[in-house]
């Protein structure tokens, strides 16, 4: 592999293992929020945003505060709930755009350096009769429409996460520091309808799209994908989406079968929080092993020591096997470090007639 292709796999890896922790840490504050929505908490942050109220508490007390005042602060501890997991889940699709890039960018190095995609009949692995194995012309054109076919459907879920939670937080921002702006807006977007409604419809329909794809682009390649294990790292990537949807359906049939007035829509929330923010652990620790952040760390680390010394791309070794008219090129990057030569990575092409 070259400098920027192990560079380019770390930050995308990074990024990838990072999920869990930011996930958890959204779930822990929507936690927060509807413990203090259930105890009435005056002290907390989610209160003092409404400083009218605010100053009804400091001058009349707690026995006087208006049923509106109360009223407003659940209201906006169920938003600033829901606005956790849209960040949240804003930060899963990228997660999901990130390991889509990677699995493109594992089969372009195949296809590049060690000849599997080399020739227009990848399931054959050896010279394709037709065209002798030297017409990769097929492979490009097949390729790079299902490489881009692929992202588009990720790449749609991404935005679509995105602009959805760039609203809301957008509308929150202007209810909560423009009122006067805000009563004009909050006219419109009820004329407009359920658009949170649309937009959670609208980001089923592109998500649904988007595993699809993945799904039928790693079917395909497989054997191409093996090295790269992509089972156990796009199920450690998405498996938060399941027990969400999983969660979700067992608590609303819990609190139907009850029958108790007492389980409230905030305690469902508040139970949803918590076990998601248990459950964070254990996909942590999937993450873990699917990726093995430590390994990559390692090798960063050492890519970028002051006491490597790089070769320039000129002096790299390069070897070339020819046997009956069939090239194999073989090239190492070599780095030094206390100076002693360390082979940092190699790489495999399969040359044509002409060289190239």
């Not at 195949?110 to 017409?135: L, T, V, Y």
Request: glycine residues 6%; negative net charge; charged residues 20%.
């Amino acid at each position: 592999w070259r400098k920027t292709e192990m560079d380019f796999l770390h930050d995308q890896s990074i990024q990838i293992a990072a999920l869990a922790p930011v996930y958890g840490l959204f779930s822990l504050l929507s936690v927060v929020g509807m413990v203090e929505v259930l105890e009435g908490r005056t002290d907390s942050q989610l209160w003092k945003a409404n400083t009218i109220c605010n100053t009804q508490l400091q001058q009349h007390g707690v026995d006087e505060i208006s049923a509106d005042c109360w009223s407003r602060f659940i209201d906006r501890g169920e938003r600033w709930y829901n606005l956790n997991f849209l960040v949240a889940d804003l930060y899963e699709a990228r997660v999901l755009y990130c390991f889509t890039n990677l699995c493109m960018e594992y089969i372009e190095l195949q296809r590049k350096k060690r000849g599997i995609f080399s020739h227009s009949c990848p399931a054959c692995r050896g010279k394709c009769d037709k065209c002798g194995g030297e017409n990769p012309i097929v492979t490009h054109l097949l390729l790079k429409p299902l490489k881009k076919m692929t992202m588009l459907g990720v790449a749609c879920f991404v935005w679509t996460n995105f602009i959805r939670s760039m609203v809301m937080l957008g509308l929150e921002v202007v209810r909560m520091n423009f009122p006067t702006q805000w009563d004009v807006t909050e006219t419109l977007v009820a004329k407009l309808g359920d658009l949170d409604g649309f937009a959670t419809g609208f980001v089923f329909c592109v998500s649904s799209i988007a595993i699809w794809n993945l799904i039928t682009f790693e079917s395909h390649l497989h054997d191409s994908l093996l090295g790269f294990s992509p089972g156990l790292k796009f199920l450690s990537a998405k498996v938060i989406v399941s027990l969400a949807f999983i969660q979700e359906i067992g608590l609303s049939l819990v609190g139907r079968l009850l029958h108790d007035a007492s389980w409230l829509g905030h305690q469902q929330k508040l139970a949803y929080a918590s076990l998601m923010s248990i459950e964070i652990l254990f996909v942590a620790v999937l993450q873990y092993y699917a990726w093995r952040p430590l390994a990559l760390e390692n090798i960063a680390n050492f890519r970028h020591s002051d006491s490597i010394m790089r070769l320039a791309d000129s002096s790299e070794l390069k070897f070339c096997i020819d046997r009956d008219g069939q090239k194999l090129q073989v090239a190492i990057s070599e780095s030094y470090k206390d100076d002693k030569p360390f082979w940092e990575s190699a790489s495999v092409t399969l040359l044509t007639n002409d060289g190239t």
